[in-house]
């Protein structure tokens, strides 16, 4: 699985793009069949904007955006909400496979 970590503007540390690449590994778990993830990190004022896009082969795009007032916040929304589409989308294809098999 391919990450990239997009920082705009470079308003973070080096040490943050480590930690968010880290935490899209962990996201496999939830979906094996990920081919690349990508996260943008943005400061917007006093607001952090994390934007997380998943590529699953032959299914749809997923994407999960928060903005929220602290960084460590706003990403562990993001990902919460990563981890529950690349869950629904597990759901979907077993279903999907189990019907096609009948």
């Not at 470079?10 to 939830?30: I, M, N, S």
């Not at 952090?48 to 460590?72: C, D, M, N, S, Y």
């Amino acid at each position: 699985m391919n990450t990239e970590v997009a920082i705009l503007h470079h308003d973070y540390p080096a040490e943050t793009r480590a930690t968010v690449d880290k935490r899209l590994q962990g996201l496999t778990r939830f979906y094996d069949g990920i081919h690349s993830l990508s996260a943008r990190l943005e400061k917007q004022g006093d607001e952090h904007r994390v934007e997380l896009v998943a590529h699953v082969g032959r299914g749809p795009i997923l994407k999960a955006e928060v903005t929220q007032e602290t960084f460590k916040g706003a990403v562990d929304e993001c990902v919460d909400r990563m981890r529950g589409q690349l869950s629904r989308h597990r759901g979907r294809v077993k279903l999907s496979k189990h019907r096609s098999a009948s």
